[in-house]
């Protein structure tokens, strides 16, 4: 049966990059060469006359584009100093008349970034199917990963006083404007843009400091143009309607749905881990040799939540104890630590192309996703996985349900003494790294994006 889909999405390469964007690009072409009619919605740049409008764009490899002028702004992972921006009513005819003319059947949303709630009402009103993929904690969370600035889970909002805080320095509105538009679609790669970004992280990483008591003391007394912590709980209310206005939830992993369904009630909804294009079956035997040092892999960025230096402090405890068999490689943006204290085993390797991973797999013994915040899935271990590489991970990284613990894979809890005790053992006997690649191995398959679009029709089958 052929369907027409709609997806509304961040919109595309090379202005929107990462898992989400290439998850979503995936899915639509795949969906095309099984002989959908497909096309994309994503917010775009802003217009004079600052009216909510949709124009068509040119085809992208036979998806037809189409951009909202004027809408949300997307604030990425800055996060949302002004509540009220995110909270603004829209005239609901322009989606009517947008989804009436484009005949679709399924609305299938990646984010609820720059996500008009009209355009959810304006599909039920016409009795078109909607389907939300949670990529991301955007809605529950302005700062898009539940992390508060301390780089822990956040686990109480405080009835919205601790987003006050947490939100503070996110993009202005004129730089949030001007990363929509077009001038920045061309320039974005350039070096000025390039530079300035980095020293806008740089600024952010800075002010997101735990405050001392004075500093917190003086801000709490320069509130004026300050959101209320009640505006905060508004704005979450607001998606969380939205989301359970949406007809189907598909959670890329029961990380993501024990996460959501803390907030979100009453949904119908379906665990279906995700995949990607470039994700083959390139399984190879592998055989880490016990007379050579073990060879751990870290890939990911720096940030506390994302578990490195979590990983590291284990590290310096196995080289207090003498147990100094084992190199580090880090694949990362702007990693800075002191290679000294690890006497010249850790290696920084910096960023990465795609086309070099099959190598780095070669070069790996183990990878390792240290990750201490709810990772929605975690492309990067089923990379891995791909390859026939063993992974070491903990319980909050969502391809966890992929892995059957002991035997496909290295399950651990966010704890230093299970990650120490389970890379002690395999640094004394390589044979578990052995027994896991040959468990991986004898795998019937890979799971591939040929097979999750199939999936992702079904749901879609059943929805209709």
Same mark, same amino acid.
């Given at each position: 049966?052929?369907i027409?889909?709609?997806h509304?999405s961040?919109g595309?390469?090379?202005?929107?990059?990462g898992?989400? *964007?290439?998850y979503?690009v995936?899915?639509m072409?795949?969906q095309i060469? =099984?002989?959908n009619? +497909?096309?994309?919605?994503?917010p775009?740049?802003?217009?004079?006359?600052k009216k909510?409008?949709?124009?068509?764009?040119k085809?992208?490899?036979?998806?037809k584009?189409y951009?909202?002028?004027?809408?949300?702004?997307i604030?990425l992972?800055g996060?949302?100093p002004n509540p009220?921006?995110?909270?603004?009513?829209v005239?609901?005819?322009v989606?009517?008349?947008?989804?009436?003319?484009?005949?679709?059947k399924?609305?299938?949303i990646? *984010?609820?970034m720059?996500l008009?709630?009209? $355009?959810v009402a304006?599909?039920k009103? /016409?009795?078109i199917?909607?389907?939300f993929?949670?990529h991301?904690?955007?809605?529950? #969370?302005?700062?898009v990963?539940?992390i508060d600035?301390?780089?822990?889970i #956040?686990?109480?909002?405080g009835?919205?006083?601790? #987003?006050?805080? #947490?939100?503070?320095?996110?993009?202005?509105?004129?730089?949030? %404007?001007?990363m929509? !538009?077009?001038?920045?679609?061309?320039?974005?790669n350039?070096?000025? %843009?390039k530079?300035?970004r980095?020293y806008?992280?740089?600024? %952010?990483?800075?002010?997101?400091?735990?405050?001392t008591?004075?500093?917190?003391?003086?801000?709490k007394?320069?509130?004026?143009n300050k959101?209320?912590?009640?505006e905060? +709980?508004?704005?979450?209310?607001?998606?969380?309607?939205i989301?359970?206005?949406?007809?189907?939830?598909?959670?890329?992993?029961?990380?993501?749905k024990?996460?959501?369904?803390?907030?979100?009630?009453n949904v119908?909804?379906k665990?279906?881990n995700?995949?990607?294009s470039?994700?083959?079956?390139?399984r190879?035997?592998?055989?880490?040799?016990?007379?050579e040092p $073990?060879?751990i *892999?870290?890939?990911?960025?720096i940030?506390?939540y994302?578990? &490195?230096?979590?990983? &590291?402090?284990?590290?310096?405890? /196995?080289?207090?104890?003498?147990? =100094?068999?084992?190199?580090l490689n880090?694949?990362?943006k702007? +990693?800075?630590?002191?290679?000294?204290?690890?006497?010249g085993?850790v290696?920084?390797?910096?960023t990465y192309?795609? =086309?070099?991973?099959?190598?780095?797999?070669?070069?790996t013994?183990v990878?390792?996703v240290? !990750?201490?915040w709810?990772?929605?899935?975690g492309y990067?271990?089923?990379e891995a996985?791909?390859y026939?590489?063993p992974v070491? $991970?903990?319980e909050? +990284?969502?391809?966890k349900?992929?892995i *059957?613990?002991e035997?496909t894979?290295?399950?651990i809890?966010?704890?230093?003494?299970e990650?120490?005790?389970? /890379?002690q053992t395999?640094i004394?006997?390589?044979?578990? $790294?052995s027994? %896991?690649?040959?468990n991986?191995?004898?795998l019937?398959?890979?799971?591939?994006?040929?097979?999750?679009?199939?999936?992702?029709m079904?749901?879609?089958?059943?929805l209709?």
């Open positions: 049966m052929v027409k889909i709609l509304y961040l595309l390469p090379p202005l929107r990059t898992g989400l *964007t290439k979503s995936d899915l072409l795949n060469a =099984s002989g009619k +497909v096309s994309l919605l994503y775009g740049h802003f217009t004079l006359d909510l409008k949709i124009k068509g764009n085809d992208f490899k036979g998806v584009v951009e909202i002028l004027n809408p949300l702004s604030p992972l996060g949302v009220k921006e995110y909270l603004k009513e005239d609901i005819d989606y009517i008349n947008f989804l009436k003319a484009a005949k679709i399924i609305l299938h990646h *984010t609820l720059g008009d709630k009209e $355009l304006a599909a009103e /016409l009795n199917k909607t389907i993929t949670s991301d904690y955007f809605g529950i #969370c302005p700062k990963n539940l600035l301390k780089g822990d #956040c686990t109480d909002y009835n919205g006083e601790n #987003c006050i805080t #947490c939100n503070r320095n996110g993009y202005s509105n004129f730089l949030v %404007i001007f929509q !538009s077009k001038i920045y679609r061309f320039l974005k350039s070096f000025f %843009i530079k300035l980095a806008k992280q740089k600024l %952010i990483i800075k002010k997101n400091r735990i405050l008591k004075p500093e917190e003391e003086k801000e007394k320069n509130i004026k959101p209320s912590a009640i905060y +709980v508004k704005l979450r209310k607001n998606y969380i309607d989301l359970e206005n949406i007809d189907f939830v598909h959670y890329n992993s029961t990380v993501s024990n996460t959501y369904e803390k907030y979100i009630n119908n909804s665990v279906l995700i995949t990607h470039n994700i083959k079956d390139n190879i035997k592998k055989h880490s040799k016990a007379n $073990l060879k *892999t870290y890939i990911g960025s940030e506390k994302k578990g &490195l230096y979590f990983l &590291l402090n284990v590290l310096q405890r /196995l080289l207090k104890n003498n147990i =100094s068999k084992w190199s880090i694949y990362g702007n +990693v800075t630590i002191n290679r000294d204290e690890f006497m085993k290696s920084i390797k910096g192309d795609y =086309s070099e991973l099959e190598q780095i797999f070669k070069d013994d990878l390792i240290p !990750s201490i709810y990772e929605t899935f990067i271990a089923l996985f791909s026939g590489v070491i $991970l903990t909050l +990284v969502g391809f349900d992929m *059957t613990p035997v894979g290295i399950i809890k966010a704890d230093e003494d990650l120490y005790k389970n /890379l395999i004394d006997d390589r044979e578990k $790294l027994y %896991i690649n040959r991986i191995m004898e019937p398959g890979i799971y591939t994006m040929e097979k999750h679009t199939q999936d992702i079904k749901l879609y089958t059943n209709i």
